[in-house]
């Protein structure tokens, strides 16, 4: 079960939006509308951002979104500020009763 | 509220094995499954496998199986990883974390637990 598929680092600057792509195949992400994505500060657990491709728990600000095209998610996150500066890894099931992270991707905000 | 505490951190020699705990508080143990995720230092997540903390039933990811065993303790409401066979490539931080019942999500997660595994 092979590693779904992000960039390993996306910048911007305050303000910007930023785009996190997270690429698996037809038995993982472009299978089933169950990705997730976890913000994970250094030294932290890894925190839930989004579930079930587009949807925030409560507490996680609307600048977070998820989306989904084919075998492709992506997260967005919009009027970036400098606590977002994180790694972001995305998740997806995988079919039976298993999962599979993505590769992880490193936010800098300039 | 939802807790998931861990054991604290682990030196094993290569060969050995370790056990790791995950004590839960804040909702019903037994209605849930209970993940184990691994993070070696400066890499990515690794998802592990799961138990159902009611009915003991289990699932491992095909790179673990045969070396990690999960267990569970209903009236401690305690989830336990074993890792056996530990070699270095097992150094890492281990974390519990909690399916949602009405999600594919991990949507509490433990502290995690630092294993070294040195000679």
């Known amino acids: 079960q092979s590693a779904l598929t992000q960039p390993r680092s996306v910048s911007a600057s305050p303000g910007q939006s930023v785009t996190i792509s997270c690429t698996g195949t037809s038995s993982d992400v472009g299978g089933y509308n169950y990705v997730s994505w976890y913000q994970q500060h250094p030294g932290k657990a890894p925190k839930l951002m989004i579930f079930d491709v587009s949807n925030r728990p409560s507490g996680v600000p609307d600048r977070f979104s998820g989306s989904k095209s084919g075998n492709t998610a992506s997260l967005t996150i919009s009027g970036l500020q400098a606590e977002d500066e994180a790694d972001y890894y995305c998740?997806?099931?995988?079919?039976?009763?298993?999962?599979?992270f993505g590769t992880g991707t490193k936010v800098t905000v300039l | 509220q939802v807790q998931l505490v861990q054991s604290g951190a682990e030196v094993k020699k290569p060969g050995a094995s370790v056990k790791v705990s995950c004590k839960t508080s804040g909702y019903t143990f037994t209605s849930y499954t209970m993940h184990w995720v691994r993070q070696a230092p400066g890499q990515r997540l690794e998802w592990m496998g799961w138990i159902n903390a009611g009915s003991g039933n289990t699932k491992y990811s095909q790179k673990f199986q045969g070396r990690v065993t999960f267990t569970r303790d209903t009236s401690a409401t305690t989830a336990y990883m074993e890792l056996s066979s530990l070699r270095s490539e097992d150094t890492a931080m281990y974390y519990c974390?909690?399916?949602?019942?009405?999600?594919?999500?991990?949507?509490?997660w433990g502290q995690g637990t630092l294993v070294t595994v040195s000679s």
């Open positions: 998740c997806s099931y995988a079919g039976t009763y298993t999962f599979v």
């Open positions: 974390a909690r399916k949602s019942i009405a999600t594919s999500t991990f949507d509490y």
